[in-house]
């Protein structure tokens, strides 16, 4: 059976991008910050979120479940009910303060194609999945992608114990959202069941807007590791104690915090950051006896981010030494760098030249996304859509209806083309 090729109208784009927004900003008013947009795994509005995606899946004709680690999944049937899957997908939870497309958008993305493709769908030689995944971020456990990991059957058992910021553990998170922890494995999908994955997010950067363009095809994600950092000192009178009989616990993770800046501008494609600083007992007349520091290490190559590690472990040595303070360390996320496959950045490529884009960028993603646990089982490929002012991580995001439609006649022409292959 030959595959029809598309004819998608500029009406038809139009609208489907229309209601892409309409659904974004729907979905940010499913939040536990008022007045701004946090959604986290395990919460009362990641459930609400999930019964809305899944109304959402399910009117365009995908069969729904919510897997056994969170994840909404949908899924509608090629030429053979039995084939593996091409899964589409993003995430639905968000940093806190978030923007409202950060994840979302590729979601919605993956909705409204499998609605653009829906009469084609049964003469692919593939299924197709959309899987609205549970946890990209991290926000609440400090663990990122969670879900798309239990997804990958990379599920480790050491996180049942991880806790939030009020002490609860993921065990206690999954039994309070309804979710059987011994049944996380439920969720994991086998090599053989996927074709690949292929996901459409907002670029969390400047480039295509500073080339002018409005799709980029990705071509790998940055390797990661996230640290929780605490230092020790002493907690002193503020007015009482000289300098000289000090060991204040924030000058010395300020010192570190300002040799991350150092150390990676040094490097090539590699990007460190402070985003938590604490100090402790946190009063304005004593002198910090303690602070705790997040760190964010992303690179293009897990051998550069290494490097720099050990050597901010060796300026914590030295700084703690001079100032006579103690630190230590705790790795809290460690995430390989994952390459695109290049076929499906080739279908990509392809989309988006379908969609009237010539030449497109290639772009490396310095940002985490999904793909990053499920590039375990299967190949990957993104789409990048343009971020005028590259905001993101903040309520500012944004991108134009515009840019949605052409991004999703990109989507689904790479679809289309990788069902030809
Ligand atoms: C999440 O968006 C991340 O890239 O850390
Ligand atoms: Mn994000
Ligand atoms: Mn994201
Ligand atoms: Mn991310």
């Known amino acids: 059976m030959t595959i029809p090729l598309l004819e998608l109208t500029a009406d038809g784009l139009a609208n489907s991008a229309r209601r892409i927004m309409a659904r974004c900003n729907e979905l940010a008013r499913i939040s536990s910050l008022r007045g701004g947009v946090e959604r986290v795994y395990l919460s009362p509005e990641h459930a609400r979120a999930n019964r809305l995606a899944a109304e959402w899946m399910r009117d365009v004709g995908l069969t729904t479940h919510q ?16 084939a593996p899957a091409l899964m589409l997908g993003s995430h639905l939870d968000t940093v806190p303060d978030a923007g409202r ?19 084609r769908i049964p003469t692919f030689p593939f299924c197709l999945e959309v899987v609205a995944f549970s946890d990209e971020e991290g926000t609440r456990f400090g663990k990122a992608l969670l879900g798309s990991a239990a997804v990958a059957g990379s599920w480790d058992p050491a996180w049942w114990e991880l806790t939030d910021a009020y002490g609860i553990t993921v065990r206690q998170a999954f039994l309070e959202f309804g979710l ?19 996901e459409a997010h907002i670029e969390q950067g400047p480039q295509l807007d500073r080339a002018g363009q409005p799709l980029a095809v990705v071509s790998s994600i940055a390797s990661a590791r996230r640290f929780q950092i605490t ?22 993770a300020s010192e570190i915090a300002i040799a991350v800046e150092r150390l990676c501008l040094a490097e090539h494609h590699l990007i460190g950051t402070v985003g938590q600083l604490n100090a402790y007992p946190g009063a304005v007349n004593v002198v910090p006896g303690e602070a705790r520091l997040s760190l964010d290490l992303r690179g293009e190559l897990e051998g550069t981010r290494d490097r720099v590690w050990a050597a901010l472990t060796r300026e914590l040595d030295q700084i703690a030494g001079r100032r006579g303070l103690r630190w230590e360390a705790r790795e809290v996320h460690t995430a390989s760098a994952m390459v695109c496959e290049p076929l499906l950045m080739d279908v990509m490529r392809a989309g988006i030249e379908g969609s009237g884009q010539t030449d497109p960028i290639s772009l490396f993603s310095p940002a985490g996304h999904d793909g990053m646990a499920i590039g375990r089982i299967a190949d990957i490929g993104m ?7 590259g905001i993101s991580h903040h309520p500012d995001e944004y991108v134009s209806t515009e840019d949605i439609a052409v991004g999703l006649r990109a989507f689904a022409e790479a679809i289309v083309h990788l069902a030809r292959e």
Do not use: C, K, W
């Not at 969170?70 to 030429?79: E, K, T, W």
């Not at 497309?101 to 409204?112: K, N, R, S, T, Y």
């Not at 059987?180 to 996927?194: F, I, K, M, T, Y």
């Open 67 to 82: 897997d056994a680690a969170g994840n909404q999944v949908g899924r509608i049937s090629g030429r053979d009910p039995e």
């Open 101 to 119: 497309f950060d994840g979302i958008l590729g979601v919605l993305m993956a909705i409204e194609v499998v609605r653009l493709l829906r009469s």
């Open 180 to 198: 059987d922890p011994s049944r996380v494995g439920e969720a994991a999908r086998r090599p053989d069941e996927l074709v690949g994955y292929l």
């Open 231 to 252: 230092i020790r000192g002493e907690a002193r009178h503020a007015g009482g104690t000289p300098y000289d009989m000090r060991h204040d616990a924030l000058l010395g």
């Open 383 to 389: 789409l990048f859509l343009r971020n005028p002012d």
